[in-house]
Every structure is written in structure tokens, then in C-alpha cells.
T-cell receptor
């Protein structure tokens, strides 16, 4: 069966450390993978998109990797800050004209000062 | 200026009622979506329109009917509301599908929390 899984348990880290979030999928072949941030009571906000032929993508303190062999994406936040505390969602993008995204359930990150 | 707006933000109603949620985007995008986020936080696509044409229609009860009067608006009407319809409904838009555009990110509205009692 098709699945997309993120760490269901919350991730607690100390300010200044690197947070690493995992997104695994089975029986999908996404052309792209997107990461979003969602704060309580708000809509998701787009962070990064990585293509199947890209190994790594960076934006400021964010880094995403995409391993189509392992069927896994890792999302890193370096020098984490309390303001980074939120739920992070990964989404598989099949590159169809419809733009249909299949979301994971999200991982909640708590950065403690 | 709000890019994707939804009204109302909260909606409390009784079983059997009919209700509508409105969505508007001022980003000039051609594609709009409706998502449902349940209590376990799963965000699931329901419908999508590209320039007023329905392009995604997931397995959703017929009681849910989207309507797109123009490409900047996508409304969701729900008939005969049931307890299981309680969730947060998000509207989103994307430049995807617009001629000459190769951006695929989606922009979400603030959500409408629907509670059916």
C-alpha cells in the first residue's frame, strides 16, 4: 500500500542545535518533494521544493535532501531558534498538471531556549 | 494584503444543515484547491480547479460541492452536514498550470474550523 510517514513523535531540541526531520514514503514515485511549516491555528506555509534529480537544496538555515533510492527526504534546520517551533509537513508532488500533493502527518518541532 | 482569504474562520452548526465556505486569492494564480485537515492533522486534498475547470475530485461525499465563479474564487458548499465533517478546511492556490509558470508551491488560506454538533 502507499504510505508517507513522518516522525509522529514531537522533536525537542535545544536552541542552537540542528533539527533533523524525516519523511519516508513507499509505493510512490514523486517527481518533487515539498516541505511546509504550519503554526497552530494557521495554514501551511511553503518552505522548499526539491526535485527528484536534486540531492540537496538549501535556503538560509534550511537544508533538504532527497534520496529516491531510499525513498526518503531529510529536512534540516541549523542553528535552531525557539521561533522555529512549529509543525513541519512534507508533501509528495507527482508532477501532474493538477498539482496534487500528498501530505505526511507532520512532525512537531519544539526548540527550547 | 491577504494573499488567500477564507470566510468564515469559524463555523458552528447543527447536523443536517447546509453551509458554505468562501475562498478568494489575489495572487493571480490559475489553480485553487480545497483541503480537509482532520483532528489527527492529516491534510487531504478534496478538490482542485484550474481556471474554473474541475481537475481534481477526490473520493469525497456528494454532499460536498465546489464552485468556482472565476479563477480568483473557489467556494465549498456542504449539504446535510454530519458530525464527521467537523474539521479544518483549507483553501490554497498555486501558480501551477499557468502558462509559462514553473513554480509548484501552494499558498494556503488561514483555514475554516467547522464544528458540527
Amino acid at each position: 500500500s502507499q504510505k508517507i510517514e513522518q516522525n509522529s513523535e514531537a522533536l525537542n531540541i535545544q536552541e542552537g542545535k540542528t533539527a533533523t526531520l524525516t519523511c519516508n514514503y513507499t509505493n510512490y514515485s514523486p517527481a518533487y518533494l515539498q516541505w511546509y511549516r504550519q503554526d497552530p491555528g494557521r495554514g501551511p506555509v511553503f518552505l522548499l521544493l526539491i526535485r527528484e534529480n536534486e540531492k540537496e537544496k538549501r535556503k538560509e538555515r534550511l537544508k533538504v535532501t532527497f534520496d529516491t533510492t531510499l525513498k526518503q527526504s531529510l529536512f534540516h534546520i541549523t542553528a535552531s531558534q525557539p521561533a522555529d517551533s512549529a509543525t513541519y509537513l512534507c508533501a509528495l508532488d507527482m508532477k501532474s498538471n493538477t498539482g496534487k500533493l500528498i501530505f505526511g502527518q507532520g512532525t512537531t518541532l519544539q526548540v527550547k531556549p | 494584503d491577504t494573499a488567500v482569504s477564507q470566510t468564515p474562520k469559524y463555523l458552528v452548526t447543527q447536523m443536517g444543515n447546509d453551509k458554505s465556505i468562501k475562498c478568494e486569492q489575489n495572487l493571480g494564480h490559475d489553480t485553487m484547491y480545497w483541503y480537509k485537515q482532520d483532528s489527527k492533522k492529516f491534510l487531504k486534498i478534496m478538490f482542485s480547479y484550474n481556471n474554473k475547470e474541475l481537475i481534481i475530485n477526490e473520493t469525497v461525499p456528494n454532499r460536498f460541492s465546489p464552485k468556482s465563479p472565476d479563477k480568483a474564487h473557489l467556494n465549498l458548499h456542504i449539504n446535510s452536514l454530519e458530525l464527521g465533517d467537523s474539521a479544518v478546511y483549507f483553501c490554497a492556490s498555486s501558480p501551477r498550470g499557468t502558462s509559462g509558470i514553473t513554480s509548484y508551491e501552494q499558498y494556503f488560506g488561514p483555514g475554516t474550523r467547522l464544528t458540527v454538533t
